[in-house]
């Protein structure tokens, strides 16, 4: 199998700082790679993706970075707030129609 | 509303038992596929399709079943449940062709005793 996210399980933030959270990747052909937000009883939510041929996408309070020199990804949130707090995964797609998800980072936000 | 829909939500049954979770999307997607999520393995693809009469292996195949006789649907099957597919299960969709997300649906709790 592949190995995507090493993540760090959980990531406490005051409510109005930014959060960071990384996500390894190891397959240097994945082409497209998303972050999801799940939030407890529900099924992962789109946050925002980024292709291969960009390092940098930017969205609603939320930015991706690649780097694909370390095979690394980041998801920025700023000005976190409590409705943030849920677990974010990363994923990749090969070339191809697989897709391989990080086990998760658990943001808490503290009011 | 755009949605992926997986009933049922909970389920608690037997060795043994067959059961069939139903999973529909209303986005006219042509791709389709099922994960199951255990604690600290993140989510494994069990099966995908990419189109009516089109299926997949993914990662974690043993045991289960799909079929894909519409484009709405895409039920997933146990014909023989174990114990050890006592997981949290998700349905996904997505445009084919292209770097598309996945939609999911809000998963089904299958306890398997």
């Known amino acids: 199998g592949e190995s995507v996210g090493l993540h760090l399980p959980t990531l406490s933030v005051q409510e109005g700082d930014n959060s960071i959270i990384n996500c390894a990747y190891s397959n240097s052909a994945s082409d497209y790679f998303i972050w999801y937000k799940q939030e407890s009883g529900k099924g992962p939510q789109f946050i925002i993706d980024i292709r291969s041929n960009m390092d940098k996408r930017q969205g609603q309070r939320v930015t991706v970075l690649l780097n694909k020199t370390v095979k690394h990804l980041s998801l920025q949130i700023a000005a976190t707030q409590p409705g943030d707090s849920a677990v974010y995964f990363c994923?990749?797609?090969?070339?191809?129609?697989?897709?391989?998800f990080g086990t998760g980072t658990s943001l808490t936000v503290i009011p | 509303e755009a949605q992926v829909t997986q009933n049922p939500r909970y389920l608690i049954t037997v060795t043994g038992k067959k059961l069939t979770v139903t999973c529909s999307q209303n986005m006219n997607h042509e791709y389709m596929s099922w994960y199951r999520q255990d604690p600290g393995l993140g989510l494994r693809q069990i099966y995908y399709?990419?189109?009516?009469?089109?299926?997949d292996k993914g990662d974690v195949p043993e045991g289960y079943k799909v079929s894909r006789k519409e484009k709405r649907n895409f039920p997933l099957i146990l014909e023989s449940p174990s114990p050890n597919q006592t997981s949290l299960y998700f349905c996904?969709?997505?445009?084919?062709?292209?770097?598309?997300?996945?939609?999911f649906g809000d998963g089904t709790r299958l306890s398997i005793l």
């Open positions: 996904a969709s997505r445009r084919q062709g292209g770097n598309q997300p996945q939609h």
């Open positions: 399709s990419m189109n009516v009469e089109v299926t």
């Open positions: 994923a990749e797609k090969h070339t191809g129609n697989q897709f391989y």
